[in-house]
């Protein structure tokens, strides 16, 4: 990481711990409270000041921080920060798709650009997208509101520790929640009778279950690795990543594969499944879902969209199924349930007041 542009300016790190050490090895392990407050040695323009480490990040955080700010009255969303991390697109590049084990080790990772011949049955893992490391910062000065990402641990920026979100909308395995593409396992309500008709439910993600259920579903898979269901923090990351990649809070926008005049990423991952008509879908198969999990798996880790084309029971309708880096409609098709937060909304005779 460049911390500066000029020349002449060099950060060094004084060994100030060295005193009553006889080697490197002798100094204490850096965690990153000791880290920040280590020394540093700034020379710039042949004057030597010293400072925290916290100090330079501070100076120069905005060079390893990329992220948008929105207008509060407006919702126009401008990009902040380093521009060739905009482009480059560091954390969201290390997204990958993988194959994880109920351990919570990954056996495997996925190929880049198409995961079709890989076997995601659930035989060789649960198909997953690990998220990496990172950190974030949010704020509102002046009437915007900011969305900082960076790889680094700047100050007062919050740890997003990696970890795995399902590819797909999520399947039931007997008892199991599962992330796989595997026509053996019903999903919807579990109507059997369908089985062999334009209605099957196989292969397709479970629906009609509450949320206790599904979060029970999951601790099935291991009793000392802890699944869940989509966790409220996990999803509000991953849709803070979106929203920095296009630079736009519409992820609804059209697919555009090409960069800006700038090199930025534009457009958005399309309309998603949202052109269903509800009494149509009623009357086709009782708003179960439809879309079998894996249909998009031809992308791999890329983003972008395909094509579906509804079974002529519905009628002729040509819908779209979307997918960011991997994971499978992350809006659209069936209503999701997420975990971690609960909303309380009181009438205005009980207070009017909502948590």
Known sequence: MALTTQEEDKVRLLLAAMDGAKSIGDLPVADSATLLTALVEVVQGGVSKQATVEDVMDLFGEKAAYGIKINISTGVVTRVGNATLHRTLPIQNRMKGCLLSDAGAVNSYLPANSWTGADRTGASGQVMVEVPRHYFKCWIDGGYAYIMISEYELPDYKLIPKHYVGA???????????????????????????????????????????????????????????????????????????????GSLNMQLPVNASLDSNGYKQGGLGAGVSNIDYTTWNTYNNVNPFIPCGYSDGLGNRSGEVAFEMPSQYGELTTYVNRYRGVELPFGHISQWIDGINIEVKKDGDGGTSK
Do not use: H
């Open 168 to 246: 797909y909308q999520a399947a039931l395995d007997g008892t199991k929640l599962c992330s796989v593409a595997n026509p053996a396992f019903r999903g919807g309500n579990n109507t059997s009778a369908w089985d062999e008709t334009y209605r099957s439910l196989l292969g397709m993600p479970r629906t009609n279950m509450y949320r206790y259920d599904y979060k029970n579903a999951a601790r099935a898979r291991s009793a000392t690795t802890e699944w869940n269901v989509w966790m409220y923090n996990s999803y509000v990351a991953l849709t803070w990543l979106m929203c920095i990649e296009y």
